[in-house]
């Protein structure tokens, strides 16, 4: 089963680097890039020193409910391209040994027994034999130190 790395939806991420609210219904910040460690999760590349970026709530769900998970994620504030859906992990996360990838059903619940930290060179493979059961829709990837939403890897 081919797994396919997706970067957050064009339209969501104009709306916020418009001034739209995050998932807490606040303004996202605005701050400069002193160049590490910020990694914006629609162009899926980080951010370079001096420009600017946004820290915001976000909630990768639909709706809210037990499993919705929210947490900080980092955007460019000026408009940036979305990254390509790729059976390739990007680039961008080839610099951190390993991530939490975790399966959803459907119904946007954890599939309990799915989620591991795995090491990075393994992700696409580990990605790939979940989704071949039915009982997952997609699957998150996470910091593994901090559980940061990183991208939603589906099936390609």
Do not use: W
Not at 1 to 17: G, I, W, Y
């Amino acid at each position: 089963m081919t797994a396919l790395f997706k970067a957050l939806p064009t339209e969501a991420v104009r709306a916020l680097q418009r001034g739209g609210h995050d998932a807490y219904g606040h303004a996202p910040e605005r701050r400069i890039s002193d160049g590490d460690g910020v990694p914006c999760r629609h162009c899926l590349k980080t951010v370079a020193a001096g420009e600017g970026y946004l820290i915001l709530a976000y909630r990768p769900f639909p709706e809210l409910q037990p499993y919705a998970e929210t947490g900080p994620i980092f955007l460019h504030a000026e408009e940036c391209e979305r990254a390509e859906e790729t059976a390739n992990i990007p680039e961008l996360f080839l610099e951190t040994r390993d991530y939490i990838v975790r399966g959803y059903s459907a119904d946007n619940r954890i599939v309990y027994g799915t989620g591991a930290v795995v090491p990075t060179p393994d992700i696409a493979e580990r990605a790939g034999m979940l989704l071949e059961r039915e009982d997952i829709a997609y699957l998150h990837m996470r910091s593994a130190r901090n559980n940061c939403y990183q991208c939603r890897i589906e099936r390609g």
